[in-house]
């Protein structure tokens, strides 16, 4: 019996990320786009072409026509790549509709939509980042901290972050980051996290032209306070392809949880879960 591809429904079209995620969706090997994408109210397209797809999106103020759009199909998994004011509502959407989804967007309260997708008993993975990489970096971190606490307690700390102009808030992931360096010793807010965001930024750092407009150079350096010893931590990405393939894993990470609960091998619970990317790489 041929195995049920996945259906998806991307958030944030026509935002650049959310686009690329919906184009990897529409050409993958087990999942088809669903066409439909819920918006900001600064787009002024009603309908988007991923490939050959039309796909139709709402705004905020549209919510009651999505919501009769989204009874119509068995949508399997919700992608959230909106912007960071928008997440709140759109969570708000999912669990009325009783949608799982994946949240790739740094923002929202983090509290309020943990405490909706468990009262409402949905599942959802929600990450600052979704590069695999970049996750196991930081799962590698946060063992040190764990094994070797206070380790760098005599040491001064900056982090750099640079993103791409349209990215407005600051890297999640670095914020992440932070929590580890903290338990290692360091004193360190994330208010004092750097920020690159300019074309002289960019050239400084040497990322190629061609990637500005879509990028993560992160860099952690640790200073020991008498000049004695230096460590430096740092991870560069070129463009998306990385968050887009850890955010295809996501969503059949999340999909297979829905088959299982469905199918009574997991133990029933009227509970929802929020899963992390730590969860997608080491499975269950």
């Not at 998806?8 to 026509?14: A, E, K, R, S, T």
């Not at 400084?204 to 990637?211: F, G, H, R, S, V």
């Not at 469905?262 to 929020?274: L, R, T």
Request: hydrophobic share 40%; charged share 25%; with cysteine.
């Amino acid at each position: 019996m041929e195995k049920k591809r996945i259906l998806v429904m991307v958030d944030g079209l026509p935002g650049k990320m959310a686009t690329e995620i919906a184009l990897a969706i529409d050409s993958s090997r087990d999942m088809d786009l669903v066409p439909l994408s819920m918006t900001g109210p600064e787009t002024e397209a009603d309908i988007l072409t991923i490939n050959d797809l039309p796909v139709k999106l709402f705004k905020s103020n549209e919510k009651d026509a999505l919501l009769l759009e989204t009874a119509k199909q068995k949508i399997d998994v919700s992608c959230n790549f909106t912007l960071p004011t928008a997440i709140n509502e759109c969570v708000s959407f999912y669990v009325v509709t009783a949608m799982p989804f994946v949240l790739g967007t740094t923002g929202g309260d983090i509290d309020l939509i943990t405490e909706l997708v468990t009262d409402y008993g949905i599942n959802a993975v929600i990450a600052p980042n979704m590069a695999r990489e970049i996750v196991a970096f930081q799962m590698m971190m946060e063992k040190m901290a764990e094994n070797f606490p206070l380790l760098f307690k005599d040491y001064s700390l900056q982090i750099t972050e640079s993103h791409q102009k349209t990215k407005a808030d600051t890297s999640g992931t670095a914020k992440a980051m932070v929590s580890a360096f903290n338990k290692l010793g360091l004193e360190f807010g994330v208010d004092q996290i750097i920020k690159k965001r300019s074309d002289e930024d960019y050239a400084k750092l040497n990322i190629p032209a061609e990637y500005w407009g879509g990028h993560g150079y992160h860099t952690y350096s640790l200073v020991k306070k008498d000049g004695s010893v230096v460590f430096e931590f740092k991870h560069n990405i070129n463009g998306r392809q990385a968050y887009i393939d850890g955010t295809l894993e996501a969503i059949r990470f999340l999909h297979k949880k829905e088959v299982h609960k469905e199918n009574g091998k997991q133990p029933f619970s009227m509970f929802g879960k929020v899963y992390s990317m730590y969860d997608v790489l080491k499975g269950f």
